[in-house]
């Protein structure tokens, strides 16, 4: 029995492999876990290091076995004995692509992450963090695909039939770089406009924009698309490159600051002093108010009532809703209460039975005015009227 173990060491060359391998895998696993935690407890007091090792765990613990498998094949002599051992060292090339693959994009949702909490959204002035969620979100997006996209490439690289495709394909530069340019043109556009979007910025996470005639926040922009959080509970998913060809209102550019309108019509009687007063009062009582814009003005006349605007500011789009809803409420209170007769109405005339007004028997007779001509030749008259003395 004890000599069965180094004879079949001795005859085996299958036997040689497999044992090297186990050793190696075990060896692996141990020294994984021993830098692990070694790296663990250097990293304390770096969020970032700390959130590395944590996102890169699973991926890591193929990573080290896959390697420690790929040395034993390619360094044992009797990898060259045994035919399945190619094919077995493809595959693990190709797994290694994949797991390289997904450790890339571990490590960049791990600095996504990262910076996900170093700059929260949940405050009162977030404009510096959206502009940099923004930035990292759009460019970690982009990473990933693109490491997705090579990692793919690359393990297709490692057929030789591919390989063949690929220097044909090459020979063939022109018409198959026409084809494959407008086969993949909306993806490339996509990755391009999300740079672009990172970069220049034109949208960050939450800001307030309006597109196609929607409100909305904006939830989510991932590599492709951007999800924008309508008011009403519903999402509305636009592609990135729409940002970049068409126009659209960001309220959160610069300043989540806002001035809303709230308009009126009453008739000319209102007193506007005492509307004025009021308007002051809701809005400092109004918690919704930020103390930088108060105003009433009249800003337009009919023949039956004149249209009142009231501009009213908040720190942000949903409290000045909620504000342009209160000074609305509160002036048509006011107005109901003190003014009623001040509220828009229709004028008319009652007639008689003959169709002539009512009071009309008691109206004083009025003759039409004499008719008038304009001294002007252009307006079609020769000149002055002759007077009555002066005729015959």
């Given amino acids: 029995m004890t000599d069965f173990l180094p004879d079949l060491w001795t005859r085996s060359a299958a036997f040689r492999l497999g044992a090297s391998a186990a050793v190696a895998l075990l060896l692996a696993i141990a020294l994984h876990r021993a830098i692990r935690a070694l790296l663990w407890r250097l990293s304390a007091g770096h969020p970032m290091a700390r959130d590395m090792l944590r996102y890169a765990r699973a991926p890591m613990g193929w990573l080290v076995p ?90 297709l690289m490692t057929l030789p039939q591919v390989r063949q495709i690929g220097a044909s394909l090459l020979a063939s530069a022109g018409l198959a770089g026409l084809a494959l340019g407008l086969a993949a043109k909306p993806v490339l556009s996509n990755l391009i406009a999300g740079v672009q979007i990172a970069l220049t910025q034109p949208i960050r996470l939450d800001d307030v924009v309006i597109i196609e005639e929607e409100w909305g926040r904006i939830e989510e922009i991932t590599g492709t698309y951007v999800v924008v959080h309508i008011w009403d509970e519903r999402r509305l998913v636009v592609p990135l490159n729409w940002f970049i060809e068409h126009p659209f209102q960001n309220w959160t550019r610069a300043s989540a600051q806002i001035v809303g309108t709230v308009f009126l019509w009453l008739d000319y009687g209102v007193p506007m002093a005492a509307l004025r007063e009021e308007l002051t009062r809701l809005c400092r009582e109004a918690p919704e108010w930020d103390g930088r814009v108060c105003l009433l003005q009249v800003t337009d006349a009919s023949e039956r009532a004149m249209q009142l605007r009231a501009l009213v500011s908040s720190a942000d789009s ?75």
């Fill in 318 to 392: 949903g409290r000045n809703w909620d504000l342009r809803c209160r000074v609305r409420e509160g002036l048509l209170a006011f107005v109901q209460a003190n003014f009623p007769q001040a509220l828009p109405r229709w004028r008319g005339e009652c007639l008689g039975p003959a169709g002539t007004p009512a009071d009309a028997a008691h109206r004083p007779v009025r003759h039409p005015p004499p008719p008038q001509r304009s001294p002007h030749p252009e307006d079609g008259a020769a000149g002055p009227s002759p007077a009555p003395d002066d005729a015959g």
């Fill in 66 to 155: 896959l390697v420690a498998l790929a040395v034993v094949l390619h360094a044992r002599p009797e990898s060259a004995l045994l035919a399945p051992v190619s094919l077995l060292s493809h595959v693990l090339v190709v797994a290694l692509i994949g797991v390289a693959s997904w450790l890339g994009v571990r490590c960049v949702q791990a600095a996504e992450a990262f910076f996900a909490r170093r700059f929260p959204l949940d405050m009162a002035d977030n404009l510096r963090a959206r502009r940099v969620l923004t930035q990292v979100r759009v460019l970690g997006r982009t990473a990933s695909v693109l490491i997705v996209l090579l990692g793919l490439a690359a393990a």
